[in-house]
């Protein structure tokens, strides 16, 4: 009882010390600044010169950290009141200058200091964000992060005129995304399912590339082709489109010869909509859409380094610097380089690239915001996997050791990758504004490879040849071309704000291909193979143009998103689509170059409308409860139906309803969605038919006798939690399962459609700040589960002969890879406030498995094995 007392009078007396502090704090404020001012008072006795302070502030909201840094300093702290209000901080730890404990917890606030003398410190806004005019929204939503209607510098949580920015936030969540709508919303607020990766979580697991960001997204689903290109699965279906900075739809398909390599040095965040994307996703499958969001300038300087040094010889090094260049901030220029060297864990194998990144804004008064820049990447890889593994015939493991490759030291895979942007923001009112943006990316490779390929019998001898290995080159020139333009905005109806949007996207992708090759006769000894065996490299075979691409596809669309009543909001939309796409081919008689079949194929979609529906109820102010369903479409018109016609385009609808919710100030993000989609239409071969001779595949490069009489459906659930549970306590987890089957028009109807998405899938990630002794020190780790995978088929049981005539018989494999987990650990130690050590440990439990399961002849990949990853970063 006396306890009781003691304690509820010691907090009295705080809170009365607190109070009177800050009494007198307004009272010296008022002297500097006049009324409407609000101060933390300094302590009575003046501050050494150049003191160090034993931090200890944990993070909070800002007006708990401003309060704390000037009781333990004795600066008096000037700023407005509303300036810190809604804001947070990630606090500070250490022995510090009162210096360096400013811009510890004013990180990520898009705030700056000034000493006033060395006593008195104003806490304020960069000039660029105070002359803005009336357009600035300087409100911000719970949980520190911006308004997601924001306009123009420092419109995001660090500073960057894209309000829904991640950098600075660290956070593992956002305030929005743009993927699903174009105009950027919470994510409690639309109903589909959206995964974002923030900086903080690319940061933390030194995310590099596009393939690695999906690798650890919740439910995406990776199948490599090569140890390069990789398809990417979600909910059984292809993902078959990409946007930046929600732009107009491009194309990550391997069939237009590009390779998603894009460096994420480049990119803030990555989203994900799994689903349906109706409105802005183009032609393609229901699996889903990223996009990625560039990093902005800021409106503050600020300079970034990191360091990396990991097994397999793998080192690498990023900086980056951005801030205002001149006329009072309102022109703003980011500079991005990275260097990066390596080997991999299978032999061989090495890469080296050289990444630049730059983009310049620039306010063009108060209404409008001009941005343009560029990047350029070169790549070299060699010794690169272009087939995989083998198995038996029957489709049985050969347990060869996880460093085997049947890669020839002269296997050689280059890139370049220039790519040049435009955008354009205009303000037109609070309310309405336009977005216009253009981006051309390019990307040039020769590649060179030794291609084995085939299948070893069972009980063989370990010194079995392989099938004979093939030497060919080729040279690839893809060019793709977006560009989008967006009006945006709201009106009053029904005593609500209600929001519209419509617009316009267009793009191409283009480019020739050239090839040549030879066969090596090189037999090869799969369990021992000797990459020396295959020098030297072969002369280089005669490269001729051997096809031509050309993909266009463009829409218009319109969303209108209504409140009807204070908890209810109804989304309707519409995409009115065009696709075309030619593709030319040429086949050659090698090594005599004579032409032996030139084909083409001309295909044309045009007018297909895709709807969009959704409905949102707020059950409370942190809880929502929605429904949505979402429609696209993919041309399938290289198949002809038996009267000749290209047969009309696949259609998938996804159906999908679920619930979400933001607590903790909007620092945690919650959602579960249960989902149906059904592709119809699709095209089946009619043994019936008789091929009307002008529409053979021999002759046109079109296939025939279809009928498009076919569908497929995909069920399941989506589970997702993201940000902060506790303070100083984050986690990112996403749980799926799937189940799909071929419908109705299969002769398998049933059974599993894609056999390679995994039932169960679980990703998490999670990362905890210490207290106490472990102030300094930030734990995390990881983990990635995906249940039993299956492949079946059938294959010749000898290899084929070079004509690809089967001297044996046809006989059928099947085999699974089981459930495997891989566990990843981190831990980083603040050294001071500008620099951080840390250690990633991936698969520590050595987990042996296959990241893909191809089939009996090949494009089987080992997943890596153990590995260390050592990292500096700086900030300042």
Known sequence: ??????????????????????????????????????????????????????????????????????????????????????????????????????????????????????????????????????????????????????????????????????????????????????????????????????????????????????????????????SIQTNFYSRGFGVSAFQVDGGAPLDPNVNTNYVPTLNLAEYDNVQVLRGSDALFGGAGQPGGVVSLTRKLPLDHDQLTFDINAGSFNNFRGQTDATGPLGFDGHLRGRLVLEYQDRDFFYDVAHQNKAFVYGVMEADLGEDTLLRFGGSYEKQDNSGWDGTGLPRTVSGADLGLKRSTCLCAPWNRWGFKSPELFVALQHQFSPDWQVKLNATDLMQRSNRKEDYSYGQIQPGAETSQPYTEVSETNFNNRLTQYALDATLSGSFQLLGYKQKLAIGMDYSRSQGPSSSGGAELDVPINVFAFDPTSLNPAPPPAPIAESGKLIQEQSGAYATLNLQILDPVHVTGGLRLSNYRIYIASTEYNTPSDQVLETSTNAEHTAGVLTPYAGITYDLTKQITLYASYADIFQSQAEFLSPSGAPLPPVTGTTYEAGAKGMFNGGRLNVSAAFYYTQESNLGIYDPGATDPGNFSGETTGSFCCYLNQASVTSKGVDLEVSGALMPGWQVQAGYSFNENAYGAGYANTGSAYQTQQPKHQLKLWTSYVGQGWLKKWTLGGGMRLESARYTSGSVCSIPLEQSGVCAGSYVPFNFTQALYTVIDLRAAYAINTHLQAAVNLTNIADTRYYATAGTSQGENFYGEPRAIMFSLHGSY
């Open 1 to 226: 009882m006396l306890g009781d007392v003691a304690m509820i009078a010691h907090s009295r007396l705080r809170h009365m010390k607190m109070a009177c502090r800050l009494l007198l704090g307004l009272a010296a404020s008022t002297a500097f600044t006049g009324p409407g001012m609000a101060a933390v008072p300094a302590a009575s006795a003046p501050a050494p010169a150049a003191p160090v302070y034993a931090l200890h502030i944990p993070p909070g909201t800002l007006e708990a950290a401003l309060v704390a840094l000037a009781d333990a300093t004795g600066l008096q702290l000037l700023y407005t009141a509303d300036l810190a209000r809604g804001l947070s901080s990630p606090g500070m730890s250490g022995s510090v200058t009162a210096q360096d404990g400013l811009a510890g917890v004013l990180a990520g606030t898009g705030l700056r200091y000034r000493f006033l003398n060395a006593r008195t410190v104003t806490i304020e806004r960069p000039s660029a964000m105070r002359t803005l005019g009336p357009v600035r929204v300087e409100g911000v939503s719970p949980g520190g992060f911006a308004a997601v209607d924001g306009f123009g510098a420092g419109a995001g949580a660090n500073g960057s005129s894209d309000p829904t920015a991640t950098e600075g936030t660290g956070s593992l969540t956002t305030n929005g995304a743009s993927v699903a709508s174009k105009i950027p919303q919470a994510l409690k607020d639309t109903p589909q399912s959206v995964t974002v990766l923030t900086q903080e979580r690319i940061q933390q697991q030194v995310i590099t590339d596009y393939t690695a960001a999906l690798n650890d997204a919740p439910g995406i689903t990776l199948q490599q082709t090569n």
